[in-house]
């Protein structure tokens, strides 16, 4: 019942029917909270009530009163949405204090430290939480009490410590916000439960939807629930502890604990927490029901769980279970393991991985072989290696990576404050806290290397600078992190490849096993062709070919062959590119042996190959004004005319495509004859090889008519030259609407067809991509106009339905006819989920993201 209870109170529901500790409480649902924001902020009628009559049940079941001097009863109040959201919304624990129950529960208990340890708690969370006071005011006071006392730790104070911190923190509260600490518990459990209501819309929750793809109408539910107790002495403690290294993904307990603590002191860094494996030595018997409490829930929930915990004078209580969050490599081997140990099926496994997640895997990490000098260590936090500049603040890292910049953000921990510069950072570095502590769990949860805890730095931000011994790095400088060792490096290093591990590979093979749509790979040269290949791809779905005109010694022959001004001229530059082009499609045809290699004729804008005007015109005058060769100047004013009678409005509407194929017949017949040539070369070589000459941005099926005769008659005399028969294919790319309206009538003259959605973006919108993705795209998203980034995202709803029209004419002409995407949105989970949907034979994507597309395919089947 996640959807009405939220996460965290339907599993404590959960738990408490399989018969956990779990301390008794209630749950105010996510629909109040909804209705909480239509009434505009107020609580719904009758909830009052309802939670009245609740907390009346909750006194009767404790033997205990709200307000009670000799026995109060007190709770936590907890936030807890559909979609766990971790840190990022407001707890308030030890409710019920006030200036007469503390001394009832420190006479009652005769542990008056205690007592008042949970006060001035309660205090400091329910002045942040509800009263909005910052943080650090309270955290000032506590300070200068350890300071005075001369005490390290919190643990340390004595009740008189909290005695005279409580009167400061009231002080505080006072000053804040004009009014006493409310002292009266009713008043206190609705303020706070309305602050929990409120937290929804705070500004970090809304970011962190944000970044999660999270909807923003989902409500918080409140869990109100009976306090127990971790700090009342060295028989107490809590925890947070997973079923499996969420790192790693290896099975085994993995977790911190501290010691007479409460609430989040274990991710907060106040103390360093130990290791879960410790409390087997201090607390045998507890650690052994722990452990049997984990795998219980683990086979329960049939996943790995994040656990939080708190044991309360040698007794265990159960205070929240979910799905733990991982990274993708502990995603992986957990499903893996997890199918082997026969409690998921593949299927279900398949399911387990965000295939967005795997990109972490498929970076780069730091050249084993490279001679790196580690200055410093900390904790593995979040695997993945990154290099950049040092930076100390959140909105200095957001503004240089605007600025393009590569940032790593140091701190001494971060908090959910910090959100917007840990995204806009490459990795992060903390000084303190654990696994679990905040930055470890978000940079997980982004995928972003993160090194915690790294104890060597002494971090200065008075001088913006952080030292190990005697070395002082400075903001702004270069450092190197990987996190999945925990090393800090000097400067920048050397990165290396990815590979797949072996139970990737597993995961990957069950993929291909139940998915049935192909996945292919963009690749335009014979080392992408080769590692698209290792990751699994089943073939070429686009080779520019254009790129290879790109290259510094082949530019110039390009542009001879653009500015001749007869067939002759333009003969002699295209056979000087034939062979070179021949070389370039041998090499990949060679790659993908027994593959399909769809290879595409020249697309973009010729102007693309040409110097740019205005720097031309500056060279020019520069060369008269300093009496330059008169030869020189004259060829290049020449280039410029030409350059200028080239430019065009709307490029990305101008002279490209096969519209360069009808003007330039010359230049199709090239590479026409490359691709055979090689082809046949291969074939002579015993080689199998598939070439699918492919015509772009056709309107129309008399253009592919008129190109696909052109194309058979260069293949004919090919075969007649080398005497050698081969087999090929042409197709073309649908890319505008009127080519996807007129489908049937195109595939009637396709062998294939590929949709090139990132020009089909452009011109079913209109929107040109380089310009609205800087200038009006961002309003667009805010503003919800659109969803999502259509160049990113496949915009199902208006080009989508151009290709499902296009696919139904298409194959009601050609039953068989194979019909791929290329472009971003192949490489794209949502978007595959749609192709595979749509019925497409194949996506493609650029080497890296190969891996992905063929989970995502699986799991558009499942
Ligand atoms: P979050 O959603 O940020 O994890 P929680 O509601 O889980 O916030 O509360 C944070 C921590 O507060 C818990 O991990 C637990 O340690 C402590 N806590 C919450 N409720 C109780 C309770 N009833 N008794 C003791 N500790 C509690
Ligand atoms: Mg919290
Ligand atoms: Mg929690």
Redesign the pocket.
């Known amino acids: 019942m996640k959807g009405l209870l939220g996460g965290?109170g339907a599993n404590l529901a959960e738990m408490t029917n399989i018969g956990l500790p779990v301390?008794p409480?209630f749950t105010i649902t996510t629909e109040a909270c909804k209705e909480f924001y239509l009434a505009g902020r107020q609580f719904p009628a009758g909830m009052e009530q309802e939670v009245d009559e609740k907390v009346a049940w909750l006194e009767q079941t404790l033997g205990k009163k709200f307000g009670d001097p000799n026995g109060p009863l007190l709770?936590?109040v907890?936030?807890?949405a559909v979609i766990?959201?971790?840190?990022?919304?407001?707890?308030v624990?030890n409710l019920g204090l006030n200036d007469q129950t503390v001394i009832g529960l420190a006479a009652s208990s005769g542990n008056a430290r205690w007592a008042y340890d949970c006060y001035r708690r309660f205090i400091q969370m329910f002045g942040n939480v509800v009263l909005n006071i910052e943080h650090h005011k309270f955290e000032g006071v506590l300070e200068d009490q350890k300071h005075k006392r001369n005490v390290q730790f919190d643990n340390q104070l004595t009740a008189e410590d909290w005695q005279e911190v409580i009167e400061q923190y009231k002080y505080i509260v006072r000053k804040e916000t004009g009014k006493d600490f409310p002292q009266e518990p009713r008043e206190q459990l609705y303020q706070a439960i309305y602050a929990v209501f409120n937290s929804w819309e705070n500004d970090r929750a809304i970011i962190y939807r944000k970044i999660h793809k999270i909807p923003d109408d989902l409500g918080t539910a409140v869990?109100v629930?009976?306090?127990?107790?971790?700090n009342m002495g060295d028989d107490c403690g809590?925890g947070?502890a997973f079923t499996r290294n969420p790192s790693t993904g290896e099975k085994v307990l993995y977790g911190e604990f501290l010691t007479n603590a409460?609430?989040?002191d274990?991710v907060a860094g106040i103390r360093t927490p130990q290791p879960i494996a410790q409390l087997a030595e201090e607390m045998p018997d507890v650690y052994q029901q722990f452990a049997r409490t984990c795998t219980l829930l683990e086979n329960h929930y049939k996943d790995m769980q994040d656990i939080?915990?708190?044991i309360e004078r040698n007794k265990l209580?159960m205070?929240?279970t979910r799905n733990g969050k991982r990274t993708a490599q502990a995603a992986i081997r957990i499903a893996v393991e997890m199918v082997q140990e026969g409690i998921i099926t593949k299927e279900t496994a398949i399911t387990r991985v965000d295939p967005a997640q795997l990109d972490q895997l498929l970076h780069r990490r730091i050249d084993p072989n490279a001679k790196i000098e580690v200055v410093a260590k900390g904790l593995p936090a979040s695997p993945g290696s990154a290099s950049g500049e040092v930076v100390f603040d959140a909105d200095l890292a957001e503004m240089l990576n605007e600025q393009g910049h590569k940032v790593i953000l140091v701190g001494t921990e971060t908090t959910p404050d910090d959100i917007h510069g840990m995204v806009a950072a490459q990795g992060i570095l903390t000084s303190r806290g654990g696994m679990t502590s905040h930055a470890a769990v978000v940079a997980r949860g982004m995928g972003k290397p993160c090194v915690c805890g790294c104890e060597a730095i002494k971090i200065d931000l008075e001088n913006k600078q952080f030292t190990i011994g005697n070395i002082v790095v400075k903001d702004r400088d270069v450092i190197s992190i990987d996190g999945s060792t925990g090393q800090v490096i000097l400067g920048e290093v050397p990165m290396i490849e990815p590979e797949l591990s072996d139970e990737f590979q597993t995961l990957l093979q069950w993929a291909d096993e139940i998915r049935t749509m192909g996945v292919r790979a963009n690749a335009d040269t014979p080392e992408d062709a080769a590692k698209a290949r290792e990751f699994g791809a089943e073939g070429i779905g686009l080779t520019r070919t254009e790129h290879m005109f790109m290259a510094l010694d082949r530019l110039p022959i390009v542009q001879k062959m653009i500015l001749a001004t007869d067939i002759e001229e333009r003969a002699e530059a295209l056979a000087e590119l034939l062979p070179m082009q021949e070389g370039d499609f041998y090499g990949i045809l060679k790659a993908m042996e027994g593959l399909p290699v769809c290879i595409r004729l020249l697309d973009p804008p010729l102007h693309e190959f040409l110097p740019n005007a205005e720097e031309l015109s500056v060279e020019i005058t520069k060369l008269k004004l300093t009496g330059g060769d008169e030869a020189e100047i004259k060829h290049k004013e020449e280039l410029l005319r030409k350059v200028r009678s080239l430019s065009e409005f709307n490029p990305m509407l101008g002279h490209r495509g096969c519209r360069l194929g009808i003007t330039w017949p010359e230049v199709y017949a090239m590479q026409a004859r490359a691709i055979f040539q090689a082809t046949a070369r291969l074939v002579k070589e015993g080689y199998d090889v598939h070439p699918e000459v492919e015509i772009p941005l056709v309107i129309d099926v008399k253009e592919l008519v008129y190109l696909r005769e052109l194309v058979e008659k260069v293949a004919e005399e090919v075969k007649q030259e080398t005497g050698v028969d081969f087999h090929y294919g042409v197709g073309t790319m649908i890319e505008v609407p009127r080519a996807a309206l007129l489908a049937d009538e195109i595939a009637s003259k396709s062998d294939f067809i590929t949709f090139g959605t990132n020009d089909l973006t452009q011109t079913a919108l209109g929107f040109s991509r380089d310009d609205a993705e800087g200038k009006f795209l961002p309003p667009y998203i805010e503003k919800k106009i659109l969803s999502e980034n259509p160049f990113i995202v496949l915009d199902r709803k208006g080009v989508g339905k151009l290709m499902q029209w296009a696919v139904e004419h298409a194959r009601q002409e050609k039953p068989e006819i194979s019909i791929g995407i290329c472009g971003e949105h192949g490489g794209e989970p949502n978007s595959i989920e749609f192709c595979h949907a749509i019925g497409l034979t194949f996506v493609s994507c650029s080497p890296y993201r190969v891996p992905i597309a063929r989970l995502a395919a699986a799991q558009a089947q499942v």
């Open positions: 965290k301390p409480g709770v936590s907890r936030s807890g766990s959201m971790p840190g990022m919304m407001d707890t624990l869990n629930q009976a306090m127990v107790f971790g809590t947070v409460q609430g989040e274990v939080e915990f708190t209580w205070l929240q």
